[in-house]
C-alpha cells in the first residue's frame, strides 16, 4: 500500500565538524501515513509498511540507540514477529542498511538497498516505482535540503505509477529527517506531515516551502 526511502549522509557542519543525517519519507493511497511507517532518529532511519507493524519502527530505534547494527536489530525484531511474510521493512543506520519484503505482501512488491539508501514498496504500478525512487535520490544536488530531495524522490516514484489503487482517493504523505547535530534552531520543514488529501506529494511538496519560508523567518526574527 506505500513505498518509501530511507537514507544517509555524512557532511561537515558550519564548525568544520562530521555529522550524519538520516531521513525517510512515504506516500500511501491511505490517510495518516505518518503516524504509523516513518521512523528518524539521530541513530538511523526506519520505514515499517505494508501490512504495518509500528512496533518495528519504535523499537528499531530503541535498539539502534543501544548500539546493535541494523541489520541484527530488524532481523530480530522480524524474527519474533508472527507477521513477518506480511511486512515490509527497512533502513539505515551509521554502517549499513536492511531491506526486507515479505512473500505475502500484495504485487508488485519489492525493494531496493544502495550503498547509502534503501527503498521499497508494495501494491505498486511495478517495480519502476521503486527504481526511479532510488535513482532521483542518489542523482540529487547535496546542496539542497535533504527534505525537499525525499520529497523529489517520492514525485519520481509517483511518476511512475505509484500506489496502483486508484479507486482509493484520499492519500497521505510525510518526512522525517534527524541528525547528530546539535542544533540550536531545528529547522521546521524535517518533520511534516500531509494526512488526508487527494495530491499528497505535491501537498508534502507545499507544506516543506511554507515550512521552510516559516524557518527563515522565525531566524531572521530570533537567531
Known amino acids: 500500500m506505500t513505498f518509501s526511502i530511507c537514507v544517509r549522509e555524512e557532511y561537515i557542519d558550519d564548525d568544520g565538524d562530521d555529522q550524519t543525517r538520516f531521513g525517510v519519507a512515504v506516500t500511501t493511497r491511505l490517510p495518516g501515513v505518518g503516524a504509523l511507517c516513518p521512523f528518524a532518529s539521530e541513530d538511523g532511519a526506519i520505514s515499517t509498511q505494508s501490512v504495518t507493524n509500528v512496533e518495528l519502527g519504535r523499537r528499531g530505534l530503541d535498539y539502534l540507540a543501544d548500539g546493535l547494527a541494523i541489520d ?19 533502513g539505515v543506520d551509521h554502517e549499513g542498511t536492511f531491506a526486507f519484503s515479505g512473500d505475502e505482501c500484495g504485487d508488485w512488491y519489492g525493494h531496493y538497498e544502495g550503498e547509502n539508501v534503501t527503498v521499497a514498496g508494495n501494491l505498486l504500478a511495478g517495480e519502476s516505482v521503486v527504481e526511479a525512487t532510488a535513482a532521483s535520490y542518489e542523482e540529487s544536488d547535496r546542496d539542497e535540503p535533504l527534505a525537499k530531495r525525499l520529497v523529489d524522490a517520492l514525485a519520481a516514484g509517483n511518476a511512475e505509477g505509484g500506489d496502483k489503487r486508484e479507486d482509493l482517493p484520499v492519500q497521505s504523505a510525510a518526512l522525517v529527517v534527524a541528525s547528530t547535530e546539535d542544533q540550536e534552531f531545528e529547522p521546521y520543514y524535517n518533520d511534516l506531515r500531509v494526512d488526508a488529501t487527494e495530491t499528497p506529494v505535491r501537498s508534502l511538496r507545499e507544506t516543506f516551502h511554507e515550512a521552510k519560508r516559516g524557518y527563515e523567518l522565525a531566524l531572521q526574527k530570533y537567531a
Do not use: F, I, K, Y
Open 72 to 90: 541484527d536489530a530488524l532481523s530480530a525484531l522480524l524474527n519474533a514477529d508472527d507477521g513477518r511474510e506480511t511486512r515490509q521493512l527497512h
